[in-house]
């Protein structure tokens, strides 16, 4: 009687595979949840800088107007431009007395050159329209925001974003 007890106890002391197999799928499954949140929080974060560089931008570009009585001229350089003849500040004439440092896209970083990749470009943009107009562009991350107007104003991509002057 005493060894038949031993095997018993033998044979129930592991896990069969199968619920092994359910309790990795359980962990896989959350796991996934997780990663798609902190993506997705990532991208509204970003985003949201965006938005609050292109009002920061914005506010500079009304003091240079009071100043000066039209907005900075506009060139083919942009915040992310790294070819030659393109020189900081992306703006001409935006300095210290307007904005302590030309904001770059969170995404932009020393290696990356627009137009060589097959993901879509996020960086800064500005167009001066007039002397009393421009857009200032950038690319959200959240195609679907409601604020996502590129449309409006003739420029194509998805998750393009502008702000203008005048409103």
Known sequence: MKKNWHI???????FTFIELLVVTVIIGVLASVVMVSFVSSSE???DARRKKDLAALQ????VYKL???????HTLCNAAATWPGCRTPWIPGMNDDYISELPQDPRQNATTFIGNSDEP?????????SETSYHLLTRLENVDDDLVNGDEFGYTG?????VTQPK
């Open 158 to 162: 998805e998750g393009i974003y502008v």
């Open 121 to 129: 470009e996020y960086t800064y943009n500005y167009i001066r329209t």
């Open 8 to 14: 018993f106890l033998r044979a129930q002391a592991g």
């Open 67 to 73: 100043n000066t009585g039209a907005y900075p001229s």
């Open 59 to 62: 506010a500079a570009l009304e």
């Open 44 to 46: 509204h974060t970003r």
